[in-house]
């Protein structure tokens, strides 16, 4: 076996599929399972949800998966799970992080693990997030659908000429399905900023203006791969906190992962259910 520090992702001579199909192959000898069904990446507040979904199989760390690195974010788990999906005979991949934008490792390393889970077998992924609301109404520990997105981070995953259409890109069968689960679930356009700065009260304020509900510092890049990967794809965020000058309260991310441990059983039933009925 080739070791994981081998597959250097910034390599541009580096294929991504080919990493992701290693990764992918390390996964099915470790979890004893070929494929898998559907990929979930847990963000920020995301979690505890994991227990919910059913029972953990294996557990294996990134740091012994071609091109993953170790979790870069305080409360995140650098591990993948394969779980049993209750009542069925599919198996979840869980991500307990990702990689972000932020980190400087560059696009293809941000959506190493959607396509792993493509090779995998996955034709589902749901990616959470923690983020900023600029709706009041949403208090911290509100999981809000994604409807739509606006990347604002001037990188695509896709490399070369392929146009992809993202029409539809957050697949409206699968946000029927969480609001039968949930019917109380609002939606949203999550925006998605560089970061790793929280964004002044001016540039929350564009966002509002260019039609934005929901502010973060991920997901957009992954739900292109996923797309181009032919994956189906749900997004739900979880507001952890009011956008900045939303509110008069300044952000911390203290607050983000305390909203998380409140609002874990919701999130994870609400997971759980969505998963179970896919
Ligand atoms: I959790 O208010 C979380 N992540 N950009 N803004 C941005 N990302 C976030 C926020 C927020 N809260």
Known sequence: MIAPSEHDLSDPATDPAVVARAAAAVLAERTGAERHDVALVLGSGWGPTADLLGRTVATVDNTELPGFTAAAVAGHQGQVRSVEIEGTDRRALVYGTRTHFYEGRGVRSVVHGVRTAAAAGCSTIVLTNGCGGLNPDWTPGTPVLIRDHINLTGQSPIEGATFVDLTDLYTPRLRELAREVDPDLDEGVYVQFRGPHYETPAEVQMAKVIGGDLVGMSTTLEAIAARQEGMAVLGVSLVTNAAAGISA??????????????????????????????
């Open 249 to 278: 309260a300044p952000l911390s991310h203290e607050e983000v992962i305390e909203a998380g441990r409140a609002a874990a059983d919701r999130c994870g039933r609400l997971l759980a259910e969505i998963v179970g009925r896919l």
